[in-house]
């Protein structure tokens, strides 16, 4: 589909004619746009992430008996009793196309707010895109630190960025050495998209501030046919710790080629997103016993807090997965951005921008880890604690921090 | 830099490239026969390795013995392709060049469009498999047993095409169907059935591929784009419509890769290929081996 700069004129006439309108009328229905690659490399990462949102708008548009925002009634009292409706857009994990399909959300199918987008090269475009509109732009599983530090009024994310969960890793490295256990040099294996370049840019800042040395520091392009040359590297330079930042196909390709070249690494720390996925456990889980990624979701939480488990469940039925750490956050950026729609009152872009701008939603209403939602002047959640997971026994488990932990971490991994 | 490091470079580079001479070569023989580009090899690659997936997941047949299956399947479907769709666009009255293109290019999209709705977008692999996983390190040089195997199913193929092509009637006659398509009717060759026979082979050939490499790489709709662009070049490179000149490419292009990324940073290490490919082309624009 083409759309033309008058289309987009006309498109953004008419809703700049309808929105007063639409706001003094009684609203039935909020229409919010999520946008995902339902095609290409990754589609099913936008194929789980559409059951995470269904998940989420069960919980919202009907009655249930959690302790989360917006759970206990049907639909939004706010907006007396409006239910929410989600339109899907296809991004194909490419930013000129996701471009495209925030401005058709926005201008044909009148869409309050955007989630998205899984590829943080993707939200950059959107981001961008609902900040011309006026639109909020809810970031639910990007984590690149770039995003939010682009002077964006829209732009809003409750999970952790690539800075804070780097954080968590070197805390963690830290503790371990006081234990004995000898880290002294990384090795970073990052994708060449923003994603994997920023998350390198983060782990080789808090290495050098805190005196860990960077023996490899391999930059290799997405969806390559072959990581030999790449794994060479970094057997040659036989760090104590490897850090890839992948995504699931290159994360499989990693592992096997790793196994094929004979090297083995005391141990990984991944920066989750493929190292999250079960695609890549199910076809090298059994050379992957002991490896540690980050999270900002913990299935160990369901002990302390039942709705975890129950809303697994749920999700689990449509899916077949459990919840991880991509599809929790999907999860919670839904509940996130209806709870400020329902406190706004209404359906216009500035009226919820200010309503996400004063959420506080305590941890213990969410799934998640967190110490709560409460967003900063740039739109991001500084608040939200990660986790770091070990793959044991063909499950994760929490090794860190201390206060989510509910196990010593194996080290060196198998 | 070891010299072990550059050896192991090479080694990995020389595997990876004659699995990637096998790939492009029936890309190579279909235009060499009939002129034709075939925009799906990708997926003619993709639907290999998901053929093989199947076959291991719900027969528990290993791939190494699928392969030939996959590959007397790919031919049918190959031979499917034109008469069902080539043969017809090659016939168009007006830009019969766009049509061929967008023919193969829409089924290339198609196919894709199909695997992602029936197989899911799912990443798939072959979790076990007789050489699955197995290395054999000789002076601290690793060398996976797949790739090897591959090495040897790409080395096999060639010697066996050549053969093929050189000392058997049906060679003679693609031949001369390549050399004149016209002149061949008045001895009696039915082109339609010569073109419909290499497109058989084109297939099974990259069908065989297909089905090694699912021993050791991930299976998903999309898996073709990446082995397809490297397959184009590899044709280009070894010379247009030149077999042998796909086997050399193959290797060219595999070793480039494995030594640019000795060199540069390895996110670069496809710049070596086209800078390789550009320089071929400003001084043998016909590529390495090519005739035309």
Known sequence: MTITRRNVLLGATATAALLPVAGRAQTTEVVIGVTYPFSGASAQQGVDAQKAYETALEVINNKYDFDLPLANDEGLAGLGGAKIRLVYADHQGDPQKGRAEAERLITQEKVSAIVGTYQSAVAVTVSQTCERYQIPFVSADNSSPSLHTRGLKFFFRAAPHDEMFSKAMFDFYDAMKKKGTKIETLALFHEDTIFGTDSANAQTKLANALGYKIVADIKYRAN?????????????????????????????????????LGYKPNAIVAQAAGFSEKALYDAVGDKLEGVITRGSFSLDLAAKRPMVGKIN?????????????????????????????????????????????????????????????????????????????????????????????????????? | MTAETIIQSLASGLLMGLLYGLIAVGLALIFGLMDVVNFAHGEFLMIAMYATFFLFAFLAVDPLLAAPLVAAALFVFGAAVYLLIVRFAVRAKANAGMVQIFSTFGLAIVMRGLAQYFFTPDYRSVTHSYLGGKTVSVAGIFLPVPQLAGAAVSVAAFVGLYFFINRTDFGRALEATREDAGAVALVGIDKNRVFALGWGLGAALVGLAGAIMAIFFYIYPDVGASFALIAYVTVALGGFGSVFGAFAGGIVVGLVEASTALILPPSLKSVGIYAVYLLVVFIRPRGLFGSI
């Open chain 1, 224 to 260: 390559s046919p072959s990581l030999s040359a790449e794994v060479q590297q970094l057997k040659v330079a036989n760090a104590d710790v490897l850090m890839p930042s992948s995504y699931t196909t290159d994360g499989i390709l990693l592992v096997k080629t790793m196994a094929e």
């Open chain 1, 313 to 414: 469940a749920m999700f689990k039925e449509k899916s077949g997965k459990d919840l991880n750490d991509n599809t929790s956050r999907e999860f919670m950026a839904l509940i996130v951005l209806a709870d400020a729609i329902n406190r706004a009152k209404s359906t216009e872009g500035e009226k919820i921008r200010a309503a996400l701008a004063a959420t506080e939603i305590p941890g213990e209403q969410t799934i998640m880890p967190w110490k709560r939602v409460k967003f900063d002047e740039m739109g991001q959640n500084n608040d939200a604690d990660p986790v770091l997971l070990q793959y044991i026994g063909g499950k994760f488990v929490t090794i860190s921090p201390p206060q989510a932990a509910v196990a010593e971490a194996v080290w060196p991994m198998k």
